[in-house]
């Protein structure tokens, strides 16, 4: 039985989402690169660190336009295909998929929780395994009740960070400086933050485990926690529509292109002219300005999803697709290995470059590590049906040994 529950064979993937999981594991890195290189208050506030050069000020718009949430958005998004195609191939067999799917899930939380608390603090893979718990019992849902779901879901995450954002300043000037220093951090504050990133392993250990506790609790409660499940919600009724498949229309991804940029983009950019006039301080940029790109970014990751689904529909850059769609089969491997390869380029511990690379030159190093990433997950797909991590999560999911090499006896599932 284990054999016939195994993972689906190569030739019953779906191109599109193998792509699409792709770009959206090497797009998360042009915001991920921030925390490694810069103190972490400056992924969003450009006046703290980073933007010393003209040329540094038009990366870090540029990315925040076009990169910030929208590629974790796809990625939220593909989590929810995920949900129904996994429980739906079991269920088709078998008639139930729950043991498997909460076992698949509790293995990732611990992968994440390793994750987070020995790499990274800013990992996400904690709050993808507690969502997907959470929305299991949603699965089969019809489209139009998941978007229902998701659109309560989102609206409910963006009134409770504007409300709490409007009550804040009621608990007094006290209350409101100590919040404040969430985006806009104290010298000293950084300093610290400097001296922990830039010292040993051990050293950074308490600033590490502190940081991820705050992103698993507090932050994951009043903000990821709701946008996760609205947008895996989006995606599992996306699916159902028949989105991601190349052999439909190209109608859906085009509406996507149009509707998706053209409102979204409007709305991620009045945010950052909001900030641009606030200077980047005050409460606002921190909770309201920010709420036009929480709805803005999930048009851009639309609009970026219907351009890769009609680049592939129409056979265009075979050669690139193919190396995505490789980067995308390894997901989980490459997305930790960027916390390895990030953390060993910048952080006390490798060679040491925190602080050296303003947002510009970041850049550099994300196209250094994309480079590595395509060439060699192609190198190893060549030789292995998964990549190492995905291999150990489904070995773990099934309580078995899975094939690993190409070649070997495949699953029939």
């Not at 796809?74 to 498997?100: D, H, P, Q, T």
């Amino acid at each position: 039985m284990t054999e016939l529950i195994g993972p689906r064979r190569l030739s019953d993937r779906i191109m599109s989402i193998d792509v699409l999981r792709g770009v959206a594991v090497l797009g998360i890195l042009l915001l991920n690169v921030r925390t490694f290189a810069l103190p972490s208050s400056a992924y969003s506030n450009p006046s703290i660190a980073g933007a010393d050069t003209p040329l540094d000020s038009m990366a870090f718009t540029l990315v925040q336009v076009f990169g910030d949430m929208k590629f974790m958005a796809i990625f939220s998004m593909l989590f929810g295909v995920g949900i129904v195609m996994f429980c739906g191939r079991l269920e088709s067999k078998f008639g139930a998929s729950a043991s498997l799917w909460y076992r698949r899930l509790l293995w990732l939380l611990l992968i994440g929780l390793c994750h987070a608390w020995l790499l990274w603090w800013g990992d996400i893979l904690v709050a993808y395994a507690l969502c997907g718990m959470m929305l299991y019992p949603l699965r089969n849902l019809r489209p139009n009740w998941l978007i229902a779901g998701s659109l309560a879901s989102l609206l409910f995450g963006s009134l409770l960070w504007w409300g709490m954002g409007a009550l804040i300043p009621l608990g007094g000037e006290e209350v409101l400086a100590k919040v404040s220093t969430m985006w806009s951090p104290t010298g000293e504050m950084i300093a610290a933050e400097n001296a922990a990133w830039g010292g040993s392993w051990l050293d950074q250990t308490p600033k590490r485990i502190g940081m991820a506790i705050t992103l698993e609790t507090w932050v994951f409660a009043m903000w990821m926690l709701w946008r996760i499940l609205g947008l895996m919600l989006l995606g599992m009724a996306l699916y159902r529509w028949g989105l991601f498949d190349l052999r439909r229309s190209r109608v859906p991804a085009m509406t996507c292109v149009l509707l998706g940029f053209g409102l979204g983009l409007p709305l991620v950019i009045w945010g950052q002219v909001l900030n641009a006039r606030d200077a980047w301080q005050g409460i606002d940029v921190f909770f309201g300005n920010s709420l036009w790109n929480y709805w803005g970014s999930i048009g851009v990751a639309l609009g970026w999803s219907g351009i890769v689904l009609l680049i592939c529909q129409l056979g265009w850059a075979r050669r690139a697709i193919g190396l995505l769609a490789c980067v995308g089969r390894m997901a989980l491997t490459n997305y930790l290995a960027q916390s390895l390869l990030c953390g060993l380029i910048f952080y006390g511990w490798g060679f040491g470059w925190y602080g050296e690379l303003g947002y510009a030159a970041q850049l550099i190093a994300v196209a250094a590590i994309w480079a590595v990433q395509l060439g060699w997950s192609v190198w190893w797909l060549n030789r292995f049906r998964f990549g190492p991590v995905e291999w150990m999560w489904r070995s773990l999911t099934y309580w078995s040994r899975q094939p690993m090499r190409t070649g070997s006896v495949p699953s029939h599932a």
